[in-house]
């Protein structure tokens, strides 16, 4: 079994690794770790495998847009987490078509994975956990891999946040330390079929879908002048209740948590790409106080946002 990371898309190898079958070893776990510089680009990459898992852990400075690609040479299941900065990514499947994640957001996806195309702007770091299926299959049972194939994204919980500071950072050795990883990989497995359940559980018909996405579309409109959730349920007909519960469930976010990516996603794209200054875009992503709105965006992606107009 290999792991490949690799410039997009020309191809330029940035790191690989050859790991057993099943990413199984005598060891109790295995760890790597290497710092890496490409083209002016810096990769810290850390990894830790053992029988069914490989843990992933990925920080990457780049000076521009750097595209690049993480493959493995077997198909398995995937759980994609953003612990700082931003990522725009798409799985094999899905021919280029992006998604994002910012800060404490996540993507169970529970499919047939094998590589993930990235694009990173700013200094950004991601963790990631791949399952092989045959392991899966035995720690879940055979049917559940076909029952779910679709990819949830949702804010990061501060129950799933310790979960995966304790996989980054754990505090034993040898079996235990095994036992222990294990353990916090089954916490995420349950969080999963959890967040899948409570999915099938909330029934919309398809004019409240309807309405919810045209609520989506409003809060993208007006990021200077956003609607009070009661003002946005009676611009698109729908209770606020029925709104508030069914956006976090459709878009993952609350609708102020939805305004806020959004707003920060915006506010970097001024910065970086049309090199507008930090009052400037504080005003456009709807903040009335400019230091409100560094505070913030430091806080979203660990960087100052002067930082980014730079040429």
Known sequence: MKIKLSTYPKGKIIYKNTY???????????EEAVTLEKDGVKYHVKEKWFRGIHIGIIEIDPHQEENFCLESSQQHIGFLFCMSGAINYCYNHEQ????????NEQDFNIGNVNSIK???????RYLYIQLTEQYFREVTGGELINYIKTAIQKSISPEIGLILQQIIYPKHEGRIKRLFLEARIFELIIAYFNQKLEKQ??????EDVEKILLAKQLVEYDLQHPNSLMELSRKVGINDYKLKRGFKELIGHTVFGYLHKIRMEKAHYFL???KKTVNEVSFLVGYKNAQHFITAFKKQYNILPGSLNKS
């Open 201 to 206: 559980i909330l029934v919309l018909k398809k």
């Open 96 to 103: 280029d078509n992006f998604s994002s994640l910012i800060k």
């Open 272 to 274: 970086s790409k049309e």
């Open 118 to 124: 990235f694009k990173v702007t700013a200094k950004s």
């Open 20 to 30: 057993p079958d099943n990413f199984d070893s005598i060891k109790d776990v295995n």
